[in-house]
């Protein structure tokens, strides 16, 4: 356990906390009110998703690998209890799930800094039932806008040893089609509150298999 991480769990609130209140939380909201069944979120941080999902959801586990922030984690749930909520350990390429377990899995600014998306996406498609849905909102690669993306690769290797491996350049929307999924839901958004560098986003809603017509 590094003062790395450390620093990383204490001012991770403080860090995205002008973006949260500028459109952050009601991306959130408008997102989790889609969850439904038994709901799995991946790399939970803080605990930001706990008070937007629905009151009628079977039940909700919460995965955290980094112990700083688990721990904060921890005290957020105690805060908000709510029932059938488990809390695990672990990144999402580790998963010992069953397979098809979940009706809904969530990940929210997570997949651009886990070991390998791909792995990552993988396991979360097989950690879904056939009818189940992925819903996410990940920052991406600003691949309409040339002199962002410029940035972005420019500030890259100073950004990821410094931000918990968080990669500015990840094409997510393809990683996602790549892994197998439709889209129900894909919208493409700017956030606003923080770095330029990390406000093209991508919010949606994916779903296993090509059933789906991309949109």
Request: charged share 20%; net charge positive.
């Amino acid at each position: 356990m590094s003062i790395h991480s450390w620093l990383m769990a204490r001012f991770y609130d403080t860090a995205l906390g002008r973006m949260e209140a500028a459109c952050l939380q009601q991306w959130r909201a408008e997102l989790l009110s889609r969850a439904s069944g038994d709901v799995l979120e991946i790399g939970s941080g803080t605990g930001a998703n706990l008070r937007h999902y629905p009151a009628d959801i079977t039940s909700l586990t919460l995965t955290e690998p980094d112990p700083h922030m688990r721990r904060m984690l921890q005290r957020n749930v105690a805060e908000n209890p709510r029932p059938k909520l488990r809390l695990e350990p672990g990144a999402v390429e580790e998963f010992g799930f069953s397979d098809q377990a979940f009706d809904t899995i969530v990940s929210t600014l997570v997949l651009c800094s886990v070991t390998s998306p791909q792995h990552a996406l993988v396991k979360i498609r097989q950690s879904l039932k056939p009818n189940g849905k992925f819903l996410f909102i990940e920052h991406v690669l600003a691949a309409d806008r040339p002199r962002l993306l410029k940035w972005q690769r420019l500030v890259q290797p100073l950004w990821i040893p410094l931000s918990g491996n968080c990669h500015l350049t990840r094409d997510t929307e393809r990683l996602i089609r790549e892994a197998g999924f439709g889209f129900e839901l894909l919208d493409h958004r700017t956030s606003r509150g923080g770095l330029k560098l990390i406000s093209p986003m991508i919010f949606g809603v994916a779903c296993p298999g090509a059933r789906m017509t991309d949109s």
